[in-house]
C-alpha cells in the first residue's frame, strides 16, 4: 500500500558565519541531531558578493563522517592530505569521505555572477568511521539526467529512481541525493524506500506535498518526511526545484566537535589530541 509522505518538521535555516568568513545559511546541523539521522548537516552556500566568499575554508581536519558539495554555480577549488587536487564548477560533485581522517581545505573562487552551492554531511557508523579516507569528484557531464514524469527532470547524484543509477556507487552510507526539477503544473512521485529517513529541500520556487491533504512547500525550507512510502510533488503556476535526500538511519549516538564527529566523547578527545600532536592522519599521500 502506498503511503504519502507527511511534513514532520520544517526549518529555514540559519544565517552563519563559517571557514575563514564564509556566509551561508546553515539548514540543519548540531542543534537538530538526531533529528536528520544520518545527515548531520546541510549548508546553502553562495552569494554574488564575492566578500562573503572568497576568504573560503582553508585547512581543517575532518574525521567520522563524509561531506558531498554539489555546485550549482561558480567554482570551489579543493586540495587535501592525501594529495588530491581539483576545482568543481557548474553541476560538479565532490564525495569526500573522512573516515580515519583528512585534513583538506575548500576555497571558493572569484564568480562573474552568483556562487552557490550545497554541503551535505553524512554520519558514518561507527564500524566504518576509522576507515581510510577517500575523494571522489563527479564531472555534470556524468551525472545521469532522467525525464522522470512530464515536465520533471531528475538529477541522479547518488541512489537509483526507474532504473537509472547515480555516477557514485558503493558508498559507504547508502544515500538517495536527487536534484528535482518540476515545470509549472507538473507533477510526480518520488519513491522512498522502507525504513530511511527523507528530506526535502526547496531552493527554487514552490509547490505542494502531499494528495487531499498536501502542504504548500517553498524556497528556502527544509521539509523533514515522516515514515512513508512515496512524497507526491506537484506545482502550480511556479516551477519547484528541490533536493530529496535519503539514508536509513544509524541511532548510535553522537559526540560532535567542529569538523570531527564521532560517537563518544572519548574518542572525540582522542581526535583532537591526535590532530595537535601530529598523529592525526592514517593515510599519507601515494608515492
Request: hydrophobic fraction near 35%; include cysteine; aromatic fraction near 8%.
Given at each position: ?16 558565519l ?5 556566509r551561508l545559511n546553515?539548514?540543519?546541523?548540531n ?14 552556500f553562495g552569494?554574488d558578493r564575492?566578500e ?7 585547512w581543517h581536519?575532518h574525521?567520522?563522517?563524509e561531506?558531498?558539495t ?7 577549488t579543493h586540495g587535501?592530505?592525501?594529495?588530491n587536487?581539483?576545482?568543481i564548477r557548474?553541476g ?5 569521505t573522512?573516515?580515519?581522517g ?11 555572477g552568483r556562487l ?8 558514518l557508523?561507527?564500524?566504518l568511521?576509522m576507515?581510510?579516507?577517500?575523494y ?9 539526467t532522467i525525464?522522470f514524469?512530464e515536465?520533471?527532470?531528475?538529477k541522479?547524484?547518488?541512489g537509483?529512481?526507474?532504473?537509472s543509477n ?5 558508498l559507504?552510507?547508502d544515500v ?5 526539477f518540476?515545470?509549472?503544473g507538473a ?12 528530506f526535502?529541500?526547496?531552493f527554487?520556487?514552490?509547490?505542494t506535498?502531499?494528495?487531499?491533504d498536501?502542504?504548500?512547500?517553498e524556497?528556502?525550507?527544509v521539509y523533514k518526511?515522516g515514515?512513508c ?6 506545482t502550480n503556476q511556479?516551477?519547484m526545484?528541490l533536493?530529496?535526500?535519503s539514508?536509513k ?5 553522537v ?5 570531527i564527529v564521532?560517537?563518544?566523547?572519548e574518542?572525540l ?8 600532536d ?10
Open positions: 500500500m502506498s503511503i504519502p509522505c507527511v511534513i514532520e518538521t520544517a526549518i529555514a535555516g540559519t544565517p552563519t563559517e571557514g575563514a568568513g564564509v546553515r539548514m540543519f546541523g542543534r537538530e541531531v538526531p533529528m536528520f539521522d544520518p545527515f548531520l548537516l546541510l549548508d546553502d552569494s564575492p562573503d566568499y572568497l576568504k573560503g575554508f582553508p581536519p574525521r567520522g563522517i561531506t558531498v554539489y555546485m550549482l554555480h561558480g567554482e570551489v587535501d592530505s592525501l594529495g587536487e581539483g576545482t557548474d560538479d560533485i565532490q564525495w569526500m573522512a573516515g580515519s583528512i585534513v583538506h581545505q575548500e576555497m571558493p573562487q572569484l564568480t562573474d552557490r552551492g550545497f554541503q551535505l554531511w553524512v554520519k557508523p561507527a564500524s568511521k576507515t581510510a579516507p577517500a571522489r569528484e563527479v564531472k555534470a557531464s556524468d551525472v545521469t525525464d514524469a515536465g520533471v527532470t531528475v541522479l547524484v547518488s537509483s529512481l526507474n532504473g547515480g555516477p557514485l556507487r558503493d559507504l552510507v538517495d541525493y536527487f536534484d528535482i518540476l515545470e509549472p507533477s510526480c512521485e518520488i519513491p522512498e524506500k522502507k525504513g530511511y529517513r527523507s526535502l529541500f526547496v527554487e520556487g514552490e509547490g506535498l502531499g494528495h487531499e498536501a502542504r504548500r512547500i524556497a528556502g525550507f518526511l515514515p512510502t512515496t512524497a507526491p510533488l506537484k511556479q516551477c526545484r533536493l530529496f535526500v539514508g538511519p544509524h541511532g548510535e549516538p559526540a560532535w566537535g567542529g569538523p564521532m560517537n563518544t566523547q574518542e578527545k582522542q581526535a583532537f589530541a591526535e590532530y595537535h601530529g598523529t592525526f592522519l592514517k593515510d599519507k599521500p601515494a608515492g
